[in-house]
Structures are given as C-alpha cells and as structure tokens.
C-alpha cells in the first residue's frame, strides 16, 4: 500500500499510463497543497483501472492539455478536480450526428444554460 501523500514515482507513473508532466500524488489532498493560492495551476485526477484515483497538478491549463491530449484516444481518463474555491465551469460535451458548421446548436445550449442560470441565481 503506497504512503498516504507520497508523490508517485516515475515507474508508478509508466504502470498507470499517466501524461508526461504535472506532480503525481496517491491521494487528493497533498496535491491540493502543493497547489496553494495558485491562479494558473490545473488539478486532475486520472482513473486508474481499479476505478480508483490518482491526482495530478499541472503548473497550468495549457501544460495539462498538451500532455493529455499527446496520448492516445483511449488512454485518457483525466478528470478536472473541483477545489473548494471560486472556479470556472466547464462542460465536456460529445458531439454525435451530422457536423454543426454554425455551431447552432452549441450556442443555443450556450442561451439555454444561461438562461437557467439567471433564473435559479437572480436575487
């Protein structure tokens, strides 16, 4: 059983098919404080097969993705982690069906989502 807040190692890290790059931690809340205040860095979280997690921290966004996004199709399975604190939301939407050119539809999801959203946190 890995050490409650040790840093993966670099073999750990080839076993869990885990992106280049980033801080790995075995559980949530060492990674969370390597982090701090900071406003740049990305936090994740990568299932491994056992459907259990792994965190990682990205000293930010665009690092993050590149690493991710340099793997295979069917390697990722990186999760954003949702800290305690003011965040920004993101959806990660899939997309089946006929190309949307004018991403109509995508913008009409956009007015709806903001209209629910004026509706439930009006004062």
């Known amino acids: ?13 080839k076993q869990l098919n885990l992106p280049a790059g980033g801080s790995w931690y075995y559980t949530r809340d060492p990674m969370l404080q390597e982090m701090g205040d900071s406003k740049t860095a990305l936090p994740v979280g990568w299932k491994k097969p056992n459907n259990k ?6 000293p930010t966004r665009e690092e993050a993705y590149n690493s991710i996004f340099s793997m295979e199709n069917g390697r990722r ?11 920004h939301l993101y959806f990660d ?13 995508i913008k009409a999801f956009i007015q709806t989502l903001y209209q629910c959203c004026r509706q439930v946190c009006s004062d």
């Open 1 to 13: 059983m890995p050490e409650k807040g040790k840093k993966l190692s670099h073999k750990a890290r």
């Open 53 to 58: 997690f792994v965190f990682g921290l990205y």
């Open 77 to 87: 399975q990186a999760y954003e982690v949702i800290v305690d604190k003011p965040c």
């Open 93 to 105: 939407l899939e997309w089946e069906g006929a190309r949307d050119e004018e991403h109509a539809k």
